[in-house]
C-alpha cells in the first residue's frame, strides 16, 4: 500500500510540474503577443494621424485621393502582416502550451 501511495504521490508531482511549465509558456507567449499588439496599435495610431496631417494638406482633390488610396493600401498590408505575425505567435503558443503535456502522455501511454 505505501508503495502505491509514493507511485501516486510521484505521479502527482509530475502532472503539477507538467502544469506550471505550461503556465509558464503560456505567460511568456501571451507577454509577446501583448507586446506586438500594443506596438501595432501605437504605429497604426501613429500612421493615422499621418495621414490627416498630409489630407489637411492637400491643396486638391486628387491629392486627397492619393493620399487616402496610399494609406488604404499599406494599412491593409500592415493589417496583413500583423495577422501573420499574431498567428504564428497564436501557433507557437499552442505548441508550447502542449509540449509538457506531450512527455507526460507519452509517459503515461508507455506504462499502460
Request: glycine fraction near 4%; charge should be negative.
Amino acid at each position: 500500500m505505501i508503495q502505491n501511495f509514493d507511485e501516486v504521490q510521484k505521479f502527482g508531482k509530475e502532472n503539477f510540474d507538467v502544469a506550471l511549465k505550461s503556465f509558464g509558456a503560456v505567460s511568456t507567449k501571451m507577454q509577446a503577443i501583448a507586446a506586438e499588439v500594443a506596438d501595432y496599435s501605437k504605429k497604426s495610431f501613429e500612421d493615422s494621424t499621418a495621414v490627416v496631417e498630409k489630407l489637411m494638406g492637400a491643396k486638391t482633390v486628387e491629392k486627397a485621393i492619393e493620399v487616402q488610396t496610399d494609406f488604404a493600401k499599406s494599412a491593409y498590408e500592415g493589417f496583413v502582416s500583423e495577422a501573420t505575425k499574431l498567428g504564428t505567435l497564436y501557433t507557437d503558443l499552442a505548441k508550447e502550451t502542449y509540449k509538457p503535456f506531450e512527455a507526460a502522455v507519452s509517459r503515461t501511454s508507455n506504462a499502460a
